[in-house]
């Protein structure tokens, strides 16, 4: 699949400048473990009300194997955010695979608080 073409059902998808943001506090997270990686332990963090928000891949196939994230994070209050590369993903979450979701976690005293809410609020401006 080429970069160009993204499926329409990976929506809201990150710009440019919102990805780069997106995939630095994801590696941020990932220092100090607040890091969930892979559907199923985003699945699982969304379902017991500890994440902050989702990240996941568009260049995902077959993409259905992850839709069931942005119903789960909009019953739960979650923003949530398609960046258009897998392996971009991967990298930032600090493994070399490729990563089709990312769950960032909530830590009360964590220093990643400030960063997590203004791009929870950049993500949730990309939904209206």
Do not use: W
């Not at 073409?5 to 506090?25: E, R, W």
């Not at 332990?41 to 069931?68: C, Q, W, Y």
Request: one cysteine or more; aromatic letters at 4%; a neutral charge.
């Amino acid at each position: 699949m080429t970069g160009e073409t993204v499926n329409p059902k990976a929506y809201p998808l990150a710009d440019a400048q919102l990805t780069i943001t997106i995939l630095d506090l994801v590696q941020q997270a990932a220092n100090y473990k607040q890091l969930k990686k892979g559907a199923n332990e985003a699945t699982k963090t969304l379902n017991r009300g500890i994440s902050e928000f989702v990240v996941m891949a568009a260049d995902t196939e077959p993409l259905e194997i992850l839709l069931h994230l942005p119903l789960l994070a909009e019953d739960k209050n979650v923003p949530y955010v398609f960046v258009p590369s897998k392996q971009a993903l991967g990298r930032a979450c600090g493994v070399t695979r490729p990563v089709i979701a990312a769950s960032v976690t909530s830590n009360e005293g964590s220093q990643l608080n400030t960063q997590i809410t203004a791009l929870k609020g950049a993500i949730e401006r990309l939904l209206i």
